[in-house]
């Protein structure tokens, strides 16, 4: 099986959101993430390092982890049907819904929201707990 791409960064949010080198995760989301066990089913937000390369074509400069990320990929999977699964690191994660844009974003600019209406993110559960690292490679099964 041929990955489709790799992870480039990782966040945790916390009080602020933390950068870090790998995250644990289990069936409720991601350990130490202040939205582990609200709602399994928007767990993990996965974006692509398009959304900030379509931003930065409309000179909105963001540093990455400002759209709420978790994991920041080099792989687009917006196209994805929910029910798709990815394999990232140790774990399996379940496509199950598109991020709804919040209002967070006209804060950065306020041409953000309607630009990255259907490119800001989608949302994972995890199907197999583990870890991800920086730099792991993901597969679409």
């Known amino acids: 099986m041929q990955p489709v791409g790799k992870v ?30 609200k709602n399994v089913e928007r767990s993990v937000l996965i974006s ?8 930065k074509e409309k000179n909105i400069t963001i540093p990455y982890g400002q759209l709420g990320e978790n994991l920041l990929i080099d792989y687009n999977p917006y ?8 394999k990232i690191g140790q ?24 630009l990255l209406k259907k490119d800001r993110g989608i949302f994972g559960k995890v199907i197999q707990e583990g870890t991800i690292k920086i730099d792991d490679k993901i597969y679409l099964l």
């Open 91 to 114: 774990t399996i994660l379940e496509i199950t819904q598109p991020c709804t844009l919040c209002q967070h974003l006209s804060c950065i600019d306020s041409k953000l929201p309607k």
């Open 48 to 55: 692509s390092i398009s959304s900030y390369k379509l931003a």
């Open 8 to 37: 480039l960064s990782l966040f945790i949010t916390d009080t602020q959101t933390s950068p870090k080198h790998s995250i644990l995760l289990d069936q409720k989301g991601i350990l130490s993430d202040k939205h582990y066990n």
């Open 79 to 86: 196209h994805l049907a929910i029910g798709s699964q990815l």
